[in-house]
Each structure stands twice: as structure tokens, then as C-alpha cells.
């Protein structure tokens, strides 16, 4: 069986998204399935090669359909992709998508598919796509990131057998430390870390705060755009280093140079795009990147991140409380506390949450 992917991605970018469909995809090749990618370039055309910009193996074809980045992109270029799935037969082929747009022509056109979800519909449009999609018996699966997202979904549908709850996942990382990365020289101290957009909601403050009262410890924050790193900057202390954007083929060799890593989220989390708080359902790849760099996780005590972890896996403190993160850090000290919290995670990823172990999940017992 073929799988065809369809992403509204632009690839290569920064945005995890784009990360989490390539990563699919080789995970896809891996088990079996030859696949093709069919995502979106905004600009003139890629000036790296995005397999190796993300670190995949160059294992399935990627399709990239040129677009401006306008709003109704999304749209504007369904001919352009219906002019693609002609190509396959749709006795032949299985469609995958995270792209409503995409998968809502795909089932019209005959074609079998799977739907992910990440997120609740968050406009009128998507709401109508989605509800017919969820009545159409070309939809063979819908695939969501948590609990609290299929309960989103069984509560507006009679959907619940087709459902499949699947967290995001995390590659295995090299043995070898990438010899790109740049590192500044540290003390011999406890090293303290952080990857991941500087977004509002995501903790930085809290990473900041607890900087400033731990001056015996460097801090290290991977991540950020050029404008917002200036503005974290002004309010850091000096044993605080902005890393930047790393891409993500090396990004891990950033995690293996700290000893505690930390997932400050707070209880809201807008996405700029849908105006909807995430937090309920999201399921951060951050999470299963932290679980598979074998280090001690400190992490927001979050239901949904209860879905995957335990005490036996990460020290658990009130998102907004920084005297809390403040004595999680200080726990950690203990080397071998940190290393216990470390070795449980590493175990439960390498079982459940690595990028092939969810390709078979999401395909478990869907026929050739």
C-alpha cells in the first residue's frame, strides 16, 4: 500500500508542525509503506535540503507545492493538489493528512483516508470540513494527540470507534554529539535547559526567575526568533545564554549538554492562529524530545502532560509558581535522583513514543 501524506506545512520551516509531518513520513518508509509527502513552499524555493535540515533519512518523495503565504493559501492551491491525487489510484493508495483542506477534496475523489487532528476547529469553515468528513465512509480513522481532544471529538460525534488517541513522539537520538553546534563554555555546575519557541505561555519568565535566584547554575534557552530574544534578554541575568534557533537535525545535541531540562508551560497557551488556549489537549514534541535525551525532566503539572508522564518520570510543580520550580531545581542536584527520573523516561519512550512505534500504532488494522 501507498501512502500519500498531505501537510499544509511550509517546508523546510521552524514550525514543529513541519518537524512532526517529515518525521511521519520516514517513520511511514520505515515500516514498510512507500510514501509520498505532498506539503507547501512558500517563497522562491528551498535554499537547504529539508531532509537534512530536519535530520530524516531520505527514505519516502517529497512533493513541495510553491505558494505565497496569503491568507486562503490553504484554498487557493486545492487544484493544484487535485491535479496530484490523479496521478494514484484510490483502490491503491491511503491519504493521511493533518490538511482538512486536503483530505476533505481526497475523500470526494474516492480515496480512503486518515485524519490527525491536534487542535479543536477553530473557525466555521473547519467546523463544517470536519463534520462531514467525520460522516464520510471514506474516513477510515481519526487520529488525536490526547484524551481530552477525543473527548472534544466523541462529545459532537458518534465517532468513537474509529478514534485512535496517539501522542506525538520523538526520534532516537544519535549516539554522536553534532560537531555544528556552538556551545559556550559553562562552569562546572548543574547545567539547566530549555528548547522551544519563546512564545507568550510557554514559562520563559518562570526559566528567568529562576536564573536569577540560582546564580550558581547556567541556564541555556534553545530557541526564539530574532525579535524576541532581545526583549528575554534585557530581563536575564548573565548565567542565562540564548542559544537561538538550532535546526532540528542538531537541536538534540543541545539537550544531551544539560543535566535537568524544563517544561515550564502555563495554564494558557494562545495560538496566534486560531485564537484558542491548547493547553487542554496539545501534546508537545518537546515532551517526548525531553524523554528520549535521557535527562531529568521538570514539567508544569498539566493533566494532559499527566497523559504521559509520572512521578517516576519528572518532578511535577504549579506552572506559575517559581518557588516551586526553584526547589524542583535544587532536588536535582542529587545525581542520582536526576538519573532515576532520566533512565524511567528513556524507557517509556523507547516502548511507547518513538516516531516508529506511532506509525504503527496510527496504522494498527487498516487493511492494504
Not at 72 to 89: E, H, K, M, T
Amino acid at each position: 500500500m501507498r501512502i500519500v501524506y498531505l501537510s499544509a506545512s511550509n517546508i523546510p520551516s521552524r514550525r514543529a508542525n513541519s518537524i512532526q509531518v517529515m518525521r511521519m513520513c520516514e517513520a511511514f518508509a520505515q515500516i514498510g509503506y512507500k510514501t509520498t509527502l505532498i506539503g507547501k513552499q512558500f517563497g522562491s524555493g528551498a535554499r537547504v535540503d529539508p531532509y537534512e535540515y530536519y535530520g530524516v533519512t531520505k527514505n519516502f518523495e517529497l512533493e513541495l507545492i510553491p505558494c505565497r503565504k496569503i491568507k486562503g493559501a490553504n484554498i487557493f492551491l486545492l487544484p493544484s493538489l487535485y491535479a496530484r491525487l490523479r496521478r494514484y489510484d484510490p483502490r491503491e493508495v491511503l491519504i493521511y493528512a493533518r490538511d482538512i483542506y486536503g483530505v476533505s477534496l481526497a475523500a470526494r475523489m474516492g480515496f480512503r483516508v486518515v485524519y490527525e487532528a491536534h487542535a479543536a476547529p477553530y473557525n466555521r469553515v473547519i467546523r463544517l470540513l470536519e463534520a462531514c468528513l467525520l460522516q464520510s465512509p471514506r474516513l477510515v480513522r481519526l487520529v488525536v494527540i490526547s484524551e481530552a481532544l477525543k473527548t472534544f471529538y466523541t462529545s459532537r460525534s458518534n465517532i468513537s470507534e474509529k478514534v485512535v488517541v496517539c501522542p506525538d513522539a520523538a526520534a532516537v537520538p544519535s549516539m554522536s554529539l553534532n560537531e555544528e553546534l556552538s556551545w559556550p563554555p559553562c562552569r562546572d555546575t548543574l547545567q539547566i535547559g530549555y528548547t522551544g519557541h519563546l512564545y507568550p505561555g510557554r514559562g520563559v519568565e518562570i526559566i528567568i526567575e529562576c536564573a536569577r535566584r540560582l546564580p550558581a547554575y547556567d541556564f541555556h534557552i534553545v530557541g526564539g526568533t530574532e525579535h524576541a530574544i532581545p526583549l528575554w534578554k534585557e530581563q536575564a541575568t548573565a548565567n542565562v545564554y540564548f542559544h537561538g534557533f538550532l535546526k532540528p537535525s542538531i537541536v538534540h545535541a543541545a539537550r544531551a549538554r544539560c543535566d535537568v531540562l524544563l517544561m515550564p508551560y502555563q495554564k494558557e497557551i494562545i495560538n496566534p492562529h486560531s485564537n484558542l488556549n491548547t493547553v487542554p489537549w496539545m501534546s508537545p514534541m518537546k515532551l517526548f524530545e525531553y524523554m528520549a535525551s535521557r535527562r531529568a525532566i521538570i514539567a508544569s503539572d498539566l493533566p494532559v502532560l499527566r497523559e504521559v508522564l509520572d512521578e517516576q518520570m519528572a518532578v511535577f510543580v504549579e506552572p506559575d509558581n517559581p518557588d516551586q520550580w526553584v526547589e524542583a531545581i535544587l532536588c536535582c542536584e542529587d545525581r542520582s535522583f536526576r538519573q532515576s527520573l532520566a533512565d524511567s523516561a528513556y524507557r517509556a519512550f523507547l516502548d511507547q513514543y518513538t516516531w516508529k512505534k506511532r506509525a504503527q500504532k496510527v496504522l494498527a488494522g487498516i487493511g492494504a
